[in-house]
Every structure is written in structure tokens, then in C-alpha cells.
């Protein structure tokens, strides 16, 4: 008995001093912090998308040396996995997590669903006065205003997205293809037919399940959407357009012709095979990048003028959470992140002198990018030893326009993207928002109707006289004609009050 | 003496003889036999193969994967990937150790957690027995959800980035409850507790060292479900771990699946930024390793478990 007894006393304290530890831990005291200007130091959490790297406390030390001196402002970051990030952001947004900061776009932690709920902070307050207000493009602003709200700070890069064809510089060479009076589909015939003929082992089109055939129209709501260039603004099945029907037949003409993998509609890419051209969405320069994942070299030509949607100008925001307690530091940290050379870079590539190293710009290429925008004294060589301790995605931190540029790449890459994004044309919808709230349920069938068919009918599988009409029958049973009407109601009101 | 020991092994000798003839009576035709031991190695074998591929694959250069595929007899065996988990991969490492942290800590504070409730609950002296019944009852039957959860674990007990959040939402399960109550009824004879008291032992006494001896089979299947919940576990991980230091070996291998999955997905969206991040990824070699390392400890695991489940069937073999 006696024994019971101090056993249950041991308990009983254990027990104690493990829940005040729990406290301590939990409720660890803040103490208030200056740096040598006598701010006081916040301590501000973002969110990212990627995965986490080992560097990355040391690359933070340096960062946060540099901030708490500048704006008195100390950095955590956090990261989730590319498919994990959607949903732990959900988590971390709906229970009132603590965090100040976290990255959003029109394809993971949706931006327009997330600012319509409420979960980021207004700041067109503000980044009223803010330098980088002035120093980002004008467009990617209105693109992040959601009701005529600014919701994030978008990261300045390529401002939309261009579908090229990718072709193997070897067979151009070869057979001298004309690559650049290739654009449309039907441009690329004559030249499959001669590879089909002429090089068995190679596929002349290469098509893997993550492609869809070129889409002359801005997708609000796949399939649902509005033809480029129409300034009607009419709502449209992009399976009822003229143009689709037309890419279609070629495309199943293609694949009856054998120009196409016959695994096309399931295939994942496989480097190994042999293909003439496949479809690369592209910007600027991105031969370079498609060529160094192949092995071999590449060349790439724009297949239409490249459009500015909702969509491809929300590719990249930071936002501010509503419930933070520090809104202007996190601002000010932005800011300063978008036009600052030196904390750009350092979170970009790393610590210089461990993770890359300058280099000369040769003369000749420095002389032929002189008076570009955006043209920096020196190039980076990345430490091959030390790389992959820090590899982030750099349009996640930020604009890209103020890092430099690697070994490798041109002096002038961004005064390209800046030429390229000026050269996109709006599209007519740019702008809109559509609230898929009155047709939720309607949009929700849309998925899996484009699974089922969408697939084996871009790559040429089967047959769209029989399987097109099969699709329309099942969008129209999900109720597509609803959200057309939805749609074009809403667009309506968007243009009269524009 | 000699003669003794030979007649011994005589009669030795004639009951074999015997015990092998009565054995005739229980055995199925051989044809039978044949046909049914074919089946079972083909089972065996569909479930052995896909593993022996992949210790394969993680032993096969990265390039001759690339060019040829996947191969029973790769054209160029290489130990690349397992150089570079034991020399770059410090944080695979860090997260085994992790892993196998929890799962041993996990089990045997689960073990103790379980184990007690429900032998609180056989026990048919205990005056509450029905109130805790009914509070194990319920969470079989309904659940809080992700937000509640991630909002007791992070905000009222302030888990968040501990361990203990891997540990804790997974250690007491109305399921294992309710089947070591049930093992402890019926195994456990209420006169071998009642005479422990007589004896004088105390409650703790009577639990350590009557009543688990005598239940280690059930507690050794219990053990087994808590090992591998733990040494499966990601979810948690997801859930509460934001610094990188603390997540599990299986979170890490999701991770690098789901990003590859997503990035080969997402080719449209992402364009030429997703075949940069693509690039960052641990080859294909790799992974397999990761998965090899992973598996190895846990089917040691499984033997160490077997001793007390064929012990179990002998329990309660014979009835007074």
C-alpha cells in the first residue's frame, strides 16, 4: 500500500512538471528587441511553396543581419512541398495560425479565393508610396486587384505565358527546317511527314498527358471562356469554337498519320525518346533552360502572340495576412526585398563566396546589352559543390528583374522579359473575376468530364466526330449552358461599369 | 546401460513410425499439396517482387535508368545512391533517426496508455467502468476533423513543431483498447488477481507483474499496430512539423514523391519554372534507397513481434 502510494506521488509530480514545461514552451516571453537604430525588431513568418533547404537558416542569419539593421525586421521563413502547399495552407489560413507573410497565385493557395474570403490584408494603403509601387509593371498591379483591391504584391516576371514548339536542333539543322515560319499546327506538317520518313527511330511530335492543344481563347473557367481578340466579349465552350474543332481534326489526322506516340493521352515525359518538336510552355530565353533538362539543344518558336490573363499575371504574389500584427514592416520588408541588389540576391542564390561567386559580363556581350534595362556589371557562377544546399524557386521571394543573371544566360534576360511582357497583348477578359459561386455545383462536374475525355482528345487518341459530341452531351449535363450565362451576366456588368 | 539406451532409441524410433502413420490421416492428397503450395509461392511472389525491384532499382546506375529503363538485371550496377544518402544526405539521416525515435518512445508510451485503460476497464470491480467505456466509445464513432485537431494540438496543448505532436495523437486508440480489454477478460482468471491481493500485492505489483506477463501476447500484437502507426505516420508530420529538422523519414520520402508528382502534373501552369524546380529533385535511384533504409528496420520488426504471437496461440490451449 505504502508503495502505491509514493508511486502515485512520483505520478502526480510528473505530471506537473511536464504540463508547466508544455507552458513554458508555449508561451515562451517575448522580450523586445532594438537594433543600433532603437527600432524595435519584429519578427515576421512567411509562407513558401518548395522544399525546404538545408542552408537555409545560414542563408537567414546573413539575411536577418542585414534586415534588423535596415528596417528592424527579423525573417522566418517557412516552406511546404509544391503539392503539399495548397493544402497546409488552407490549415494554417482557417485555424488563425500565427504567420505574416505567404506566397499566393492563380494555381496554388488561390489567390482570388483567398482575398475574397478575407484572409489577406488590403495594402493599397499602404504600398501607395512605396518604391517598388513605382518600379513593377504597372500590369501585374491591376492583375492583382481583386473588386478593385489590391490583395499582394506580385513577383515581376514573364507576364504571360507563351506556347512554343520545342524542336530538337539537331534534325533542324539536318533537314534546315525553317523554324521560324513555324507557328500553327498546321505549319508543322510537311516537316513531320519528312522526319516520319526520313528518321524512323525518332517521334516526329512527342506528346505526353500533361498537354493540351493550343487554345486560342483566355479559359476563365476551363472549358468555359472568352476568344482572344474578341472585344465583344462573348462566353464560349472553347469545344464549340471554330478553332478548336479545326486543331482537333489535325491533330487526330496527326495521330492517324503516325506522327504521334501512340501513349500520348497517358504518357508521362520520358527523356530518352527521340522527338523532332513537342509543346513547351515558354518565356523568354527558355531554350536554354528546356535544352539543359534534355541533354541536347533545343530551339523554340512562339506558336501565337502571347496573351495577359488573370491567370498567367497571378502566377506569383506575396500577401499579407488580414490578422498581422505588423502590416507596415511586412510591406517594408517587401519593398525592400523587390529593390534592394543585395537582399535580393542573397536570398536568391545564397551567401556570395559560398554559394556562387561573381564573374565578368565579356566585353563584347556587355557592349550589345548597353542602355538595356536591367543589366547588371556581373554574371553569377554557382558553387557546384554548395548548389543544392540552397536551389529556391526565385519568383517565390520576388520580383526576378533585380538578381543576377547566371553564367550561362545572356546579360540582358530581363530586359527581354521586360520587352516580352510589353510586347503581350491583354486579352479582352483581362481583368475579370469570375464568381463561381452561384454555379459551384456546376463547375465542380466540369473536372471530371475533361479527365475522362479531355486528354485522348487533345492528342489525336480518338476520333472527335465520335467523341466530341459525347463531350458535349456531358458538359451540358453538368450544366454548362448555366455557367455560360452566369458568366457572360457577370462579364456584362464587369464591362459596363469599365 | 547400453542396452537401456538402445531400447530407448528403439521405442523412440516405433512411436516416430507411429506418429508419422497417424499423420497420414490429417494429410491432404500430395497432388493437392502440390497445387496448393503452387499458389501460395506465386502469392508470396507477387508480393516479394515489387520490393526485390525496387532494392534493384536503387542499386542501378542513375544513367542506364534513364536510357533503358527499369531492368531486372541493370546493364550497370552502381552504390551511387547510398554514397550519396550516407554522404549528402544529412538530413535523411537526421530524419531516420527521428523516425526512429518516435516509434520507439510512440510504443511504449502507447503500450503503457493503452494497456492501462483497458485493464482498468476488465476489471469488473472498477466503479467507473461503464463512464470510461463510453468515453473510448465515442471517438470510435466520431471525429473532431483536421481544424479541430490542428487547433488542440497547436493552440491548447502548444505542440506545434514538438515532438510530442508526432507522438501523442497517435498513442492511445479506442480500436487497441477495446481489443486488449477483451484479451485481458478473457486470459487474465479474476482468482489469479484476487489471490495476488491476498497476497498482498499492491495495484502496480498486481499490473506489472501478474497481469503483463501473462498478457504479452496481446500486448505484443498492440505493440506491433503502434510500431508501424508510428513508423508510417506522415500525416502528423504535415500537420505540425514546420521546422525541417524534426519531420519523419516518410514525410521527407512524401515530399519528394507528391513534389514530383505535382511538378510532372503541372507542366502547363508552371512552364519552364517547374522543369527548374523539377531539376532540384533527388533522382529516381535515390528515392528507392531512401525506401530500402526505410523498410529494412521495420521487417527485422516483424520476427521479434512473432515469438509472442505463436506463444499467444498456446494461451488458453488447454481449459481446467
Known amino acids: 500500500m505504502m508503495k502505491f502510494k509514493t508511486l502515485k506521488r512520483f505520478a502526480a509530480a510528473g505530471l506537473a512538471v511536464m504540463m508547466t514545461a508544455g507552458m513554458m514552451t508555449g508561451c515562451g516571453g517575448k522580450k523586445a528587441e532594438t537594433n543600433s537604430n532603437g527600432d524595435e525588431i519584429v519578427e515576421l513568418t512567411w509562407w513558401q511553396i518548395g522544399d525546404a533547404q538545408k542552408d537555409q537558416e545560414k542563408v537567414l542569419d546573413k539575411v536577418n543581419e542585414y534586415i534588423t539593421e535596415k528596417i528592424g525586421v527579423k525573417l522566418k521563413i517557412n516552406t511546404a ?19 505574416d507573410m505567404c506566397f499566393t497565385c492563380s ?87 519528312l522526319i516520319k520518313e526520313k528518321e524512323p527511330d525518332v517521334v516526329p511530335m512527342y506528346l505526353t498527358s500533361s498537354y493540351s492543344a493550343p487554345v486560342y481563347m483566355d479559359l476563365i473557367q476551363n472549358p468555359v471562356g472568352i476568344e482572344y481578340g474578341d472585344d465583344t466579349l462573348t462566353v464560349k465552350n472553347v469545344f464549340e469554337t471554330e478553332k478548336m474543332r479545326y486543331t482537333l481534326d489535325t491533330m487526330r489526322k496527326y495521330y492517324l498519320d503516325g506522327y504521334i506516340n501512340k501513349d500520348a493521352a497517358t504518357a508521362s515525359d520520358d527523356k530518352s525518346i527521340k522527338r523532332f518538336v513537342t509543346k513547351g510552355d515558354g518565356q523568354p530565353y527558355a531554350e536554354l533552360v528546356w535544352g539543359k533538362d534534355l541533354g541536347y539543344e533545343v530551339v523554340a518558336t512562339p506558336i501565337m502572340d502571347t496573351y495577359v490573363t488573370n491567370i498567367s499575371a497571378r502566377g506569383a504574389l506575396t500577401a499579407i495576412n488580414a490578422q498581422t500584427e505588423h502590416p507596415e514592416k511586412a510591406v517594408e ?166 | 546401460m547400453a542396452d537401456k539406451i538402445m531400447s530407448k532409441r528403439k521405442i523412440e524410433k516405433r512411436i516416430r513410425k507411429l506418429e508419422a502413420g497417424e499423420c497420414q490421416y490429417n494429410q491432404i492428397k500430395s497432388s493437392t499439396n502440390v497445387l496448393f503450395n503452387a499458389i501460395l509461392a506465386v502469392l508470396s511472389l507477387i508480393c516479394v517482387i515489387p520490393f ?44 531516420y533517426g527521428v523516425t526512429i525515435f518516435i516509434t520507439i518512445v510512440g510504443t511504449i508510451i502507447g503500450l503503457l496508455l493503452t494497456g492501462t485503460y483497458a485493464y482498468a476497464l476488465s476489471r469488473k470491480t472498477y466503479l467507473f467502468r461503464k463512464f470510461f467505456t463510453t468515453v473510448i466509445t465515442i471517438p470510435m464513432l466520431f471525429s473532431g476533423g483536421m481544424i479541430a485537431n490542428y487547433l488542440i494540438v497547436t493552440k491548447v496543448l502548444m505542440l506545434k513543431d514538438s515532438l510530442w505532436a508526432l507522438i501523442l495523437p497517435l498513442c492511445l486508440n479506442s480500436f487497441n483498447i477495446i481489443v486488449l480489454r477483451t484479451f485481458f477478460k478473457t486470459s487474465i482468471p479474476d482468482a489469479v488477481v484476487e489471490s495476488a491481493k491476498i497476497d498482498g500485492a499492491s495495484e502496480w505489483r498486481l499490473f506489472f507483474q501478474i497481469v503483463i506477463p501473462m498478457a504479452l501476447p496481446g500486448l505484443a500484437t498492440i505493440g506491433l499496430f503502434l510500431t508501424l502507426g508510428y513508423w508510417n505516420d506522415w500525416f502528423n508530420a504535415m500537420m505540425y512539423m514546420d521546422n525541417k529538422d524534426l519531420i519523419p523519414l516518410q514525410y521527407l520520402l512524401i515530399q519528394i514523391e507528391s513534389s514530383i508528382d505535382w511538378l510532372a502534373n503541372n507542366k502547363g501552369t508552371m512552364g519552364v519554372d517547374g522543369i527548374t524546380a523539377a531539376a532540384n529533385m533527388p533522382k529516381e535511384t535515390i528515392k528507392m534507397a531512401i525506401v530500402v533504409i526505410s523498410t529494412l528496420p521495420i521487417i527485422f520488426a516483424y520476427p521479434f513481434f512473432q515469438r509472442y504471437f505463436v506463444n499467444g496461440l498456446t494461451v488458453g490451449a488447454v481449459k481446467e
Open chain 1, 81 to 99: 512541398g509544391w503539392g503539399d502547399y495548397d493544402q497546409k495552407m488552407q490549415v494554417v489560413i482557417n485555424t488563425g495560425d500565427d504567420w
Open chain 1, 107 to 193: 494555381w496554388a493557395n488561390n489567390y482570388l479565393q483567398n482575398a475574397n474570403k478575407g484572409a489577406f490584408l488590403q495594402i493599397d494603403d499602404y504600398i501607395k508610396d512605396t518604391d517598388m509601387y513605382k518600379t513593377i509593371d504597372a500590369r501585374f498591379w491591376e492583375a492583382a486587384k481583386v473588386q478593385g483591391k489590391t490583395y499582394g504584391v506580385p513577383s515581376e516576371k514573364e507576364i504571360g505565358s507563351m506556347p512554343m514548339w520545342v524542336f530538337t536542333k539537331e534534325y533542324v539543322d539536318k533537314y534546315n527546317v525553317p523554324v521560324d515560319e513555324i507557328h500553327s499546327l498546321e505549319d508543322l506538317e510537311p516537316w513531320l511527314k
Open chain 1, 333 to 498: 520588408l517587401l519593398n525592400l526585398i523587390n529593390t534592394d541588389e543585395y537582399l535580393r540576391n542573397l536570398l536568391n542564390y545564397g551567401i556570395e563566396g559560398e554559394h556562387w561567386d561573381k564573374v565578368e559580363v565579356p566585353a563584347d556581350e556587355a557592349a550589345a546589352a548597353e542602355g538595356k534595362p536591367y543589366v547588371y556589371d556581373n554574371k553569377i557562377k554557382l558553387n557546384e559543390e554548395t548548389r543544392k544546399d540552397y536551389s529556391v524557386s526565385y519568383w517565390v521571394q520576388g520580383g526576378l528583374f533585380n538578381t543576377y543573371v547566371l553564367e550561362n544566360e545572356p546579360v540582358d534576360k530581363w530586359a527581354a522579359f521586360k520587352e516580352f511582357n510589353t510586347a503581350s497583348v491583354d486579352a479582352p477578359s483581362f481583368g475579370f473575376d469570375f464568381d463561381i459561386e452561384p454555379v459551384s455545383t456546376e463547375v465542380a462536374g466540369f473536372g471530371n468530364v475533361m479527365d475522362e475525355f479531355g486528354k485522348s482528345l487533345f492528342t489525336g487518341s480518338v476520333d472527335p466526330e465520335e467523341y466530341l459530341p459525347k463531350l458535349q452531351e456531358k458538359l451540358e449535363a453538368t450544366g454548362i449552358d448555366k455557367v455560360i450565362a452566369e458568366m457572360q451576366k457577370q462579364i456584362d456588368e464587369w464591362k459596363a461599369k469599365k
Open chain 2, 52 to 95: 526485390i525491384f525496387v532494392v534493384i532499382i536503387s542499386f542501378t546506375d542513375e544513367q542506364s535508368l534513364a536510357m533503358n529503363g527499369y531492368r531486372f538485371i541493370p546493364e550497370k550496377f552502381s552504390t551511387y545512391a547510398y554514397e550519396y544518402i550516407i554522404s549528402a544526405g544529412e538530413n535523411i539521416l537526421r530524419s
